[in-house]
Structure formats: structure tokens, C-alpha cells
């Protein structure tokens, strides 16, 4: 019974820590005593939804990167399991196993790796530029 606890804990601190990883940053913006436009959050907002009407994605290139990673990993893993394969017998048979577990080991990876969620660079730029149109200052993402 308590190793039913103890799977059941770390299962939902592994979700809780992918969906931390998940997160989208927001833009932050300049404030010098408050003398700012009002209504910055909203603001932010408008500008996202401004943005993705345009044809923009806050993701563009980052799910690539996700996947290039486990190709990259089943290669390799490929690679490693045609020659344990071929000392045990089956070249082909190991080659399938390693290049299987090398695709796994690749997304397991980029989901628990802290890859950077920082929005696309035009994505970012778009909001930014909507904002400062409208007389905010952004100083970054966050």
C-alpha cells in the first residue's frame, strides 16, 4: 500500500512539474510610479489575440525542436542497439529496440529538459510593437 502512495505522489509531481514547464510567458511592462496607461493586463491580451489574428503562433518552432531531439535520440539509440544486437544475434531486432527506446528517451527528455518557452521571435515582437503602439514600455518576457 505505501508503494501505491509513493507511484501516485511522484506522478503528480511529474505532471505538476510538466505543466510548470508548459507555462507561456507573458510580457512585462515598464511601470515608473504607476504613470503608465491603466489596464496593462488587458491590454496584454488584446495584443496576444491581435497577434494570433494575424496569423501568428506563440509556438511556431518549438514542437520541432521537441521532435528533432527524438530523432535525434533514436538514432543514436538505433545505432547502440545494432551492435548490442549484433553481439547478442540480431542486429535488426536490437537496431528496432534502441532506435524505439532512443525516440522515447528523446521526448521524455525535452518535456523534463526546461526547453525554453519563450514565445516564437515574431510572435514576440508583434506584441511588443502593439504594446508600445498603445503607450506601454515593455521590457521583456517572463
Known sequence: MIGLKTTCVATTAAGLMLLAGCASQKPVLYSANDSGPAGGPQAIERCE??????????????????????????????AAGAVGGAIYGSAARGAAAGAAGGVAAGIVRSLFSGRDNSPAPVYKNYVNRCLADQGYQPVGWN
Open 49 to 78: 489575440q491581435r497577434a494570433q489574428a494575424a496569423g501568428l503562433d506563440y509556438d511556431k518552432g518549438r514542437v520541432g525542436g521537441y521532435a528533432k531531439g527524438a530523432v535525434e535520440n533514436g538514432a543514436v539509440g538505433g
